[in-house]
């Protein structure tokens, strides 16, 4: 019994008291997919799966999602590349 207690106790298991928040992910805009600016092709995938039970009928709306994402993660890398002390 005192390793499933050891186990519950572990420092990556993050427990939100009542009344508090759980714990923010490191970017701010990685916090809800709702933030990013892909939210629409996200959400047309979704109800894509939703409306067929053949994922290979949805193939465009994962292709227009991941292009997407792709445009999103080179802007931010080169927007942090433009703030870099480095660069």
Sequence with gaps: MATAQ???????????SPGTS????PYPSAA?????????QYTASLKCLEA??????CQQQFDDYKE????ERE???EWNKSRSLFG
């Design 6 to 16: 050891a186990a519950s106790a572990s420092p990556t298991h993050h427990r939100a």
């Design 22 to 25: 759980p714990p923010q992910p």
């Design 32 to 40: 809800r997919i709702a933030d990013s600016s892909c939210f629409p």
């Design 52 to 57: 067929n039970q053949d994922k290979s009928k």
């Design 68 to 71: 997407c994402k792709k445009k």
């Design 75 to 77: 802007a931010r890398l």
